[in-house]
């Protein structure tokens, strides 16, 4: 029994022993890596980083004081690069002698061309070189004229629509001193519809920039004509005839990608009385390029038969 005793007593000491020496190992751990976490937070090379920061921020301070009043931006010098040599330009700019690439602010007035020496100014700017050239539509009037209008078309080809675009008339002549004009839009043959602008109030030079749709196919277009009447509303709404344009569609190549910006003088109606064998209604084109003239006739009226004698 004693021995039993014995043994007993030497496990039970041996694992009393093995647990201090687990408790006394964790405690140093823990020890170790508190230590380890301090110094990290107190690294001396951080220190002098900050310290370097509020150095380099003191100088600049400085720095800008120095500057112009100017408001670009200042360059901060390396402290690296502190007592340096710095030589004075004629344009009052600094640069190192021994040609480094860094450069203090300037200490004089900002120029509009300023350069390094052996730099040259490139001049001023001609700002009649930069116009754009007039166009002589709105400004080359012939005398008598009577207005000018100018309108693009362009046609569709799968929705057989011809797209007509009014944008402006110019220099219009109404009978009193206000003017208040629109236009109707035809396409001959047919005079018994038309479409029309909305009206501008009190103006001479009108702009418009409105849309119209004719729907006809491609092979009618050749045959149509384009009529355009300018019309000037007066106090009692009544509508007077300012002028017209006729416009043939048989020698423009109308597509979706080529839209024609035109424009025309206006002409005034025929006012003569009409021949007792009636009338026919033309328009002339003439092709310079060429030198071809096309006759279209667009319609007759009041025709008589004569007799056979």
């Given at each position: 029994?004693?021995?039993a005793?014995?043994v007993?007593?030497?496990?039970i000491?041996?694992i009393?022993?093995?647990?201090l020496l687990?408790?006394?190992?964790?405690?140093?751990?823990?020890k170790?890596?508190?230590?380890?976490s301090?110094?990290?937070?107190?690294?001396?090379v951080?220190?002098?980083n900050?310290?370097?920061i509020?150095?380099?921020?003191?100088?600049s301070?400085?720095q800008?004081?120095?500057?112009?009043?100017?408001?670009?931006?200042?360059?901060i010098?390396?402290p690296?690069?502190?007592g340096?040599?710095?030589?004075?330009?004629t344009?009052e700019?600094q640069?190192?002698?021994?040609r480094?690439?860094?450069?203090?602010?300037?200490s004089?007035?900002?120029?509009?061309?300023?350069?390094?020496?052996g730099?040259y100014?490139?001049?001023t700017?001609?700002?009649d070189?930069?116009?754009?050239?007039?166009d002589?539509?709105?400004?080359?009037?012939?005398d008598g004229n009577?207005?000018?209008l100018?309108?693009?078309?362009?046609?569709e080809?799968e929705?057989?629509?011809l797209l007509v675009?009014?944008?402006?008339?110019?220099?219009l002549q109404p009978p009193?001193?206000?003017?208040?004009p629109?236009?109707?839009?035809?396409?001959l043959?047919?005079?018994?519809s038309?479409?029309?602008?909305?009206?501008k109030?009190?103006t001479l030079n009108?702009h418009?920039d409105?849309?119209?749709?004719?729907q006809?196919?491609?092979?009618?277009?050749?045959?149509?004509?384009?009529?355009?009447?300018?019309y000037?509303v007066?106090?009692?709404k009544?509508?007077?005839?300012?002028?017209?344009?006729?416009f043939?569609l048989k020698?423009e190549?109308?597509?979706?990608?080529?839209?024609?910006?035109i424009w025309?003088?206006?002409?005034k109606?025929?006012s003569?009385?009409?021949s007792?064998?009636?009338d026919?209604?033309?328009?002339l084109?003439?092709?310079d390029?060429l030198?071809?003239?096309t006759?279209?006739v667009?319609?007759?009226r009041?025709l008589?038969l004569q007799e056979?004698?």
């Amino acid at each position: 029994t004693e021995q039993a005793v014995a043994v007993a007593g030497g496990i039970i000491g041996g694992i009393l022993l093995f647990v201090l020496l687990g408790i006394t190992a964790y405690l140093l751990w823990k020890k170790f890596c508190c230590l380890f976490s301090y110094e990290k937070l107190i690294n001396p090379v951080k220190t002098t980083n900050a310290n370097a920061i509020f150095q380099d921020q003191a100088n600049s301070e400085i720095q800008l004081k120095s500057t112009s009043r100017s408001r670009s931006v200042p360059f901060i010098i390396p402290p690296t690069l502190h007592g340096r040599d710095w030589i004075h330009l004629t344009n009052e700019e600094q640069v190192q002698e021994d040609r480094d690439p860094y450069m203090t602010p300037q200490s004089g007035p900002r120029s509009s061309f300023h350069s390094l020496a052996g730099a040259y100014v490139v001049g001023t700017i001609n700002p009649d070189l930069y116009k754009f050239p007039q166009d002589k539509s709105e400004t080359d009037f012939p005398d008598g004229n009577i207005g000018r209008l100018w309108f693009s078309i362009e046609y569709e080809q799968e929705s057989e629509r011809l797209l007509v675009s009014l944008i402006k008339v110019r220099k219009l002549q109404p009978p009193a001193d206000s003017c208040s004009p629109f236009v109707k839009i035809y396409l001959l043959p047919d005079e018994r519809s038309y479409l029309q602008s909305k009206t501008k109030r009190k103006t001479l030079n009108p702009h418009f920039d409105e849309n119209f749709v004719f729907q006809v196919s491609s092979k009618m277009l050749l045959q149509r004509t384009l009529k355009f009447l300018v019309y000037h509303v007066d106090k009692q709404k009544k509508h007077h005839l300012l002028g017209q344009v006729i416009f043939p569609l048989k020698n423009e190549a109308l597509t979706e990608d080529n839209k024609l910006v035109i424009w025309r003088d206006l002409e005034k109606e025929n006012s003569e009385p009409p021949s007792e064998h009636g009338d026919i209604q033309f328009s002339l084109s003439y092709n310079d390029y060429l030198g071809r003239l096309t006759v279209v006739v667009l319609r007759a009226r009041g025709l008589k038969l004569q007799e056979e004698s």
